[in-house]
Nanobody
Framework: QEQLVESGGGLVQPGDSLRLSCAVS????????IAWLRQVPGKEREGVSCISSFSGSDGRSYYADSVKGRFTIFRDLAKNTVYLQMSSLKPEDTAVYYCAADEYSCSVVFGGNEYDYWGQGTQVNVSS
């Protein structure tokens, strides 16, 4: 059964760092693009970052303009896990963060919300 499970969310102060994990099971991680998206109440779900598969794609990473230079996406194939390293966090980063997987490259799916598989989300609160 295909499953994505996020973890690592919590309450932090502005300027802090946080690492989110997306544990993937039931599918071969290096065949899928993995994206991080976030959503706040009353707003549209926003793509944060995406990393394409090396097998069948180019392995390229993508970032929303709002997080460039602060967030980094990377994967550990041995652990079947994708991470989102978040630094210099701001209050506006507060959201529920989701990971999602798709067989298409990030160049195709990033910016939308039509992914093949979704995690349940993890809450990130950035507040003084």
């Amino acid at each position: 059964q295909e499953q994505l499970v996020e973890s690592g969310g919590g309450l932090v102060q502005p300027g802090d760092s946080l690492r989110l994990s997306c544990a993937v099971s039931g599918l071969t991680l290096d065949y899928y693009s993995i994206a991080w998206l976030r959503q706040v109440p009353g707003k549209e779900r926003e793509g944060v970052s995406c990393i394409s598969s090396f097998s069948g794609s180019d392995g390229r990473s993508y970032y929303a303009d709002s997080v460039k230079g602060r967030f980094t996406i990377f994967r550990d194939l041995a652990k079947n896990t994708v991470y989102l390293q978040m630094s210099s966090l701001k209050p506006e980063d507060t959201a529920v963060y989701y990971c999602a997987a798709d067989e298409y490259s990030c160049s195709v799916v990033f910016g939308g919300n039509e992914y093949d598989y979704w995690g349940q989300g993890t809450q990130v609160n950035v507040s003084s």
